[in-house]
Every structure is written in structure tokens, then in C-alpha cells.
């Protein structure tokens, strides 16, 4: 059996699968090709009738859907008469692709039952924020985007500035999710890398082009229950074969105790089971990280600014059928949220048990290099314990979620690129068909660019590599932005633009001047030449470059909003700022539709989560 | 009307279930050895009928409500 030991040392690769969906939208599962499995997957009649089957209805949904859009509102917006519970589901689904499943899968298996953070504390407490803080301004304003939102309330330039770089990010995410869709196909199953490829993206292209919003919607809600339904009976049968709960903490003190930090000293036994008792000091724990990093950047920045500034997941929201739906989308997206770590992180855990022992189940993760490759946890497990039939349902699942990934982010391209860029900068007062023709355009255009990007990753690397960061510092300081815009009424446009501006050169500022222990390129840090910090691990740097361009982002708006002239009047403000809004008297609500209540109710249960994994 | 969403997924998923659990029934015991010697296919062919015949039932449930709110 390969030492466990050697895991601290590659800290920070395939942690980004995890991190990314939060940080930059960006998972990056396969950098180098690894090739664990001895042979492919043989698919049994059965299992290809579940694959085909399910298709058909993707197909289906999109063509039945065909006759409802009749105007741009319907295509882009769904006529905005989504029930709460399908946005609700939908809402989570977008964020939940393949890459985040695997990654947290391989996240459980590098730093145990800390990965919880990523739901509990970097999910869940943002995702109450929007629903009862933040959607009344983006429902009750009618902007028809994010983009949009900051056009009403600040300028165009701010918008643009935005329109722009979350419509490059939304074609690179869909490409990297159909580059690792195919190569993971072509891995597993050895299907051909381009037939993949291109069908998976014929596929995505022909719901929505059909169905637009509402298709998307559909399908991901359809995904969420496969991915539910398709992976539950892995943990059943992993917990099982690791002895139960108990068997498999028992095996997890063993890889606790066999594993050591950058300093060599090993782990406490209960180092992969207890969410935050060994987060006092980066060293011990296997994330590299201590509680004020993972709680400001993770907790705070990352997560309210992915949860409440994406349009890839307000969109789902803003198209509920009222205000109130509206505010009830992301709290009842939270609910499954936080239940989410049993699926996807306890898998993880389980595999590295089971390595752990297995000379007694056979099941063991495959060593790349000096260290395993945990990105490979989920197909693995798969394979390793579905049977024909079972099989097809979970690879179903598997597929399903890499091209709900898609799907999310071309809906959101369309979307910004009709309305804030095509009508705004080239083409405004246009009939209503046009752009409802032009959405479907960049539906079909918005798919090419995104084939273009997965050929692209698999020529130039380090391309995609200098993409996502980039990206990454664009989108650190945005929540500041939004929370100002939000709550303090005196906020410009200037402000506003010069701020993002200040926080994307903090974010890189931060980054080139410090480096993670064992960075091995530039992309990783340091490259500004001078080395002021070193973190004990990437993903601490990723917190701090967070909290660094939060910080300034937030400095720089308030003081050069003080220094700038107020250019638009409390009329223009009403329904987009706090103070100037008039709060819609929810009494007349029974209790468990109130965004109020339902929120204390969820951080109260997620806080118990928390004590109990503590 | 627009389609509604619990019609699809109820639908897919009895047919989901139908298969595994008649391909289930059909499979020789042996076939189990990697799922720890449970025939999962049977078993969680049943979960997904229950699964998909709640939601059929939640759809047709609505349709005739809708059918005798019109007449």
C-alpha cells in the first residue's frame, strides 16, 4: 500500500475542483492525463438503454417546451412564473456540475470531514443572505441580470465591466466542463475524446436552443434528482463495506496518524472527521488552513460573493413567479445544500478509508506520482461496486451533471450577451423578435466558443491556467461592490468602478507577492519576484487573496464615492438600494413561507450540523 | 398550459425503476459479488419506482384539479 504520507505535499491540484466552483467558477479536475484504470468500463444493454432513455426525455423537455417561447421574456426569463420549489432546486443544480461532485469527493478523501466547510460555511449562511437580504432588490428592480443590476444603480461603465468578464468566464466554464466531460468519457469508458465532445454539446445546444431558460430549469432539477438518486446507493454501499459509521472513523484515525503536515509531524487522530476541531493552527490540520482564514475568505468574501453576485445562480432566482418565491428560491436550495456533504464528501472519505485497508475490499485509489489521485475517487467507485444497471443510472447522473454545467452557463451567456452587451452597446431598440432570434444565436455561437475553449485546454494548458486566474481576481472584490450598492445609498458610480478595479489589482498584487508552500509555477504565486508570505497551502492563499481584495475593493469604493459627486436622485434609487426601498408586509404569510423565519430555521440547523461534526 | 415539471420526472423515473428492477429479477446471484452481494439493481429499482410514482401522482393530482376547476 502506497504511504498516505506523501499527501500534504501536492496540497493544492486537485483541491481546486472544490475550491474553484466557489472561487472563479473555474474546476480544473484533469491537468495532467491520468491513467488509473487498467481497463475501460464495458456498458451492458441495460446500462445503454438508461443512458439513451434519459437523453431522449433531456431532448424532449426542450422540444415540448418549444411552443411556450414566444417572446424574449419567455427564453431568457422563463415569463417569470417558475414555482419556488423547481427555481429552488434548479438554483442548487447550476452550481452543483460534475466538477464540484468529483472534486468534493476528492476533497473528502484529501482533508476528511472539513470539506464540510465548503457547504456549511462557505455555502449555506450566504445563501440566507440572498434570499432574505438581497432578492427583494434584485426581483423588485425588474433588471433582467446581474449586469443589469449595476447598470440601474451605478453606470454603464460598471456594467460593462462586469457584462463583460462574467460572459468570457461563462464560455470558458462551459468549455472546461465539456473538455472533462470528454476526456473523462474517453477515460472511463474509452469513448473517442471528439464524438463526446461534440455530442454532449449537441445535445445542451438543442434543449436550450428549444427551451431556453426553462429548459435549463427543467433539466437541472431533473439532474439534481439523478445525482441524488444515482450516487445514494454508493455511500449505502461504501459505508458497508468500511464497517458502518464507526468502522469508517476507526480506518480514518489510521489515515489521520499515518499522514503528516509540511513540517513532518503527523496528524491527531481525528483530524479527518471533526470539521473544526483541529483548525487552531494551519499545521494541523491536512487543508493548511486556521479558522480566521476559512471563516473571512471562505466563509465570508468567496462565498457571499459567488452565492449573491453570479448571475449563473441569482438567474434561477430572479425568475420565480413572485418577490416572495423569489426570496424563498435560495433558502430552499439551502435545505438540500446542507445535507449535500453525505453525498458527495462522504464518498471521498470512505474511498481513503478503504484504501486504507485494502487488503481486505479491494477497493484502493490509484497513485499518481507521490500521491493519489483523489480526482479519480467517484468513477472509481462506480466501477468498483455498481453493477450493470446500477452502473448506467450513476454514469447517467455523472453525464447529467457535466452538462447541466454547461447548460448553466450558456443560458447565463445568452443572457448577459442580449441584453447588456448586444442591446446595450450594438444593437439597442430592437423589436422583441429580434432579440429573442439573437438569444438563440448565442445560444448556438455561445456552444462554439465553448467546443473552441475545450480544444483550447487541451492544447495550451497554461492558457487556461492564466484564464482562471484572472477570473479569479476579477471576482474577488465583487460583493463589496454589491453590499455598498445594496445598503448605502451614498455609493457612485465611480465609487463603484474604481473599487473593482482597486480589488482585482489587490487580488493579483496579493498573489504575486506571496507563494503556497511546494508552488512548483508562477501561476501559483510569486510572480511579481518578490516573495513577502508563505502559506502552508494554496487554498489558505486563495482565503487571503479573497479577504485582501475585499478589503480594498471596499476601502476604495467608500472613499472615492465620498470624493465623487451622487449622480443619481432617491427617485432613481427606489427599489435598488435598502433605505430607499419599501418593505412588502409579509404577515399575511403562513410562517414557513417567510423568508425570515425559514432563514433562522436553516442557519439554526446548520449550526447544529456543525456541533455535531465539530 | 405549460408542461409540468413532476410528469417527465415522474415518468422517468418509474421507467428507471421498471428497468432495474426487471433486470434485477432476471441476473444470477453472482452477478452481486461487487456490490457486497446485494442485489442492488432489485432494490434500488424499487426505491426509484416509489420515487417516480409519488411525483406521476403529484402531476395527475394537479392535472385533474386543473381539468375540474375548469369545467
Redesign the interface.
Known amino acids: 500500500m502506497p504511504s498516505p504520507r506523501t499527501t500534504i505535499r501536492t496540497v493544492g491540484i486537485p483541491a481546486r475542483g472544490a475550491i474553484c466552483r466557489i472561487y472563479c467558477h473555474v474546476a480544473w479536475p484533469f491537468r495532467s492525463v491520468p491513467i488509473p484504470l487498467t481497463q475501460s468500463i464495458q456498458l451492458g444493454a441495460?446500462d445503454w438503454?438508461?443512458l439513451i432513455?434519459?437523453f431522449t426525455?433531456v431532448v424532449?423537455?426542450g422540444w415540448?417546451?418549444k411552443r411556450?417561447m414566444k417572446s424574449s421574456n419567455d427564453f431568457f426569463m422563463s415569463g417569470r412564473n417558475i414555482p419556488a420549489w423547481?427555481s429552488g432546486l434548479a438554483f442548487l443544480s447550476a452550481n452543483l456540475g460534475a466538477q464540484e461532485v468529483m472534486g468534493m469527493a476528492a476533497s473528502g478523501a484529501k482533508y476528511g470531514m472539513m470539506t464540510a466547510h465548503f457547504y456549511w460555511v462557505g455555502a449555506v449562511p450566504a445563501m440566507v443572505f440572498v434570499g432574505v437580504f438581497m432578492m427583494p432588490f434584485y426581483y423588485g428592480s425588474k433588471a433582467r441580470s446581474v449586469p443589469e443590476y449595476l447598470k440601474l444603480r451605478y453606470d454603464e461603465k460598471t456594467r460593462t465591466f462586469n457584462a463583460f468578464s462574467f460572459a468570457i468566464m461563462t464560455i470558458f466554464s462551459s468549455g472546461i466542463s465539456m473538455y472533462a466531460m470528454a476526456k473523462l468519457l474517453n477515460l472511463l469508458l474509452g469513448w473517442n475524446f471528439d464524438v463526446s465532445l461534440w455530442a454532449s454539446a449537441a445535445i445542451v445546444l438543442a434543449y436550450i436552443f428549444l427551451g431556453g431558460l426553462?429548459s435549463a430549469i427543467?433539466n437541472e432539477?431533473?439532474q439534481f434528482?439523478l445525482i441524488v438518486?444515482g450516487f445514494l446507493?454508493l455511500v449505502f454501499?461504501g459505508l458497508?463495506?468500511a464497517g458502518g459509521w464507526s468502522g469508517l472513523v476507526a480506518r480514518l484515525d489510521i489515515v489521520a496518524t499515518q499522514s503528516h503536515n509540511v513540517a513532518g509531524q503527523p496528524y491527531a487522530a481525528g483530524a479527518w472527521v471533526s470539521a473544526w476541531h483541529h483548525m487552531g493552527s494551519p499545521a494541523s490540520n491536512p487543508m493548511g488552513v486556521e479558522w480566521f482564514g476559512m471563516a473571512m475568505g471562505l466563509g465570508f468574501v468567496l462565498s457571499f460573493g459567488y452565492w449573491c453576485t453570479d448571475f449563473l445562480v441569482v438567474q434561477r432566482a430572479m425568475v420565480a413567479e413572485n418577490e416572495q418565491a423569489a426570496r424563498r428560491v435560495p433558502l430552499i436550495a439551502a435545505v438540500p445544500k446542507m445535507l449535500f456533504p453525505f453525498l458527495v464528501i462522504l464518498p471521498g472519505m470512505i474511498a481513503i478509508a478503504l484504501t486504507a485497508k485494502s487488503g481486505q475490499t479491494g477497493f484502493a485509489l490509484p497513485v499518481k506520482g507521490n500521491a493519489y489521485d483523489y480526482d479519480m475517487t467517484i468513477p472509481l467507485m462506480l466501477k468498483?461496486?455498481?453493477?450493470?444497471?446500477?452502473l448506467g443510472?450513476g454514469l447517467t447522473a455523472l453525464m447529467a451533471s457535466f452538462m447541466s454545467g454547461m447548460a448553466g452557463n450558456v443560458t447565463a451567456f445568452n443572457t448577459v450577451w442580449t441584453y447588456d452587451i448586444y442591446q446595450s452597446h450594438i444593437a439597442p431598440r430592437k423589436s422583441d423578435e429580434h432579440y429573442l432570434w439573437m438569444g438563440r444565436m448565442a445560444t448556438v455561437f455561445g456552444t462554439v466558443l465553448s467546443i473552441l475553449t475545450a480544444y483550447m485546454a487541451v492544447h495550451f494548458n497554461n492558457i487556461m491556467d492564466m484564464l482562471q486566474l484572472v477570473f479569479a481576481f476579477v471576482n474577488a472584490p465583487l460583493f463589496a461592490t454589491f453590499l455598498l450598492g445594496m445598503f448605502w445609498k451614498r455609493t457612485t458610480g465611480h465609487g463603484a468602478f474604481f473599487g473593482l478595479l482597486a480589488g482585482t489589482c489587490a487580488a493579483a498584487m496579493h498573489h504575486g507577492l506571496t507563494i503556497p508552500v511546494g508552488a512548483e509555477s508562477l501561476f501559483k504565486g510569486g510572480w511579481l519576484g518578490q516573495v513577502l508570505h508563505l502559506y502552508p497551502s494554496e487554498m489558505a492563499q486563495n482565503f487571503w487573496t479573497a479577504i485582501w481584495s475585499w478589503t480594498t475593493c471596499f476601502t476604495v469604493t467608500i472613499v472615492i464615492s465620498l470624493l465623487t459627486k451622487r449622480l443619481k436622485s432617491d427617485e432613481e434609487l427606489r427599489g435598488l438600494v435598502y433605505s430607499l426601498t419599501e418593505r412588502h408586509d409579509e404577515g399575511h404569510l403562513p410562517w414557513y413561507k417567510r423568508p425570515i423565519y425559514l432563514g433562522a430555521l436553516i442557519l439554526l440547523a446548520v449550526t447544529a450540523l456543525n456541533l455535531a461534526f465539530l | 398550459m405549460?408542461?409540468d415539471?413532476r410528469l417527465?420526472?415522474g415518468?422517468?423515473?418509474s421507467?428507471?425503476g421498471a428497468?432495474?428492477v426487471g433486470?434485477?429479477l432476471i441476473?444470477p446471484a453472482e452477478?452481486?459479488k461487487?456490490?457486497?452481494g446485494?442485489n442492488?439493481?432489485l432494490y434500488?429499482g424499487v426505491?426509484?419506482c416509489a420515487?417516480g410514482g409519488v411525483m406521476l401522482g403529484f402531476a395527475l393530482r394537479a392535472r385533474a384539479r386543473a381539468q375540474a376547476q375548469g369545467q
Open positions: 441495460v438503454m438508461i432513455l434519459y426525455f424532449g423537455i415540448s417546451l411556450g423547481i426553462t427543467y432539477v431533473m434528482f438518486l446507493p454501499l458497508r463495506d468498483h461496486y455498481f453493477p450493470t444497471g446500477l443510472l | 405549460r408542461l415539471l417527465p420526472i415518468l422517468l423515473f421507467i428507471f428497468i432495474l433486470y434485477g441476473t452477478a452481486y461487487q456490490s457486497l446485494i442492488v439493481n434500488w426505491v426509484l420515487f
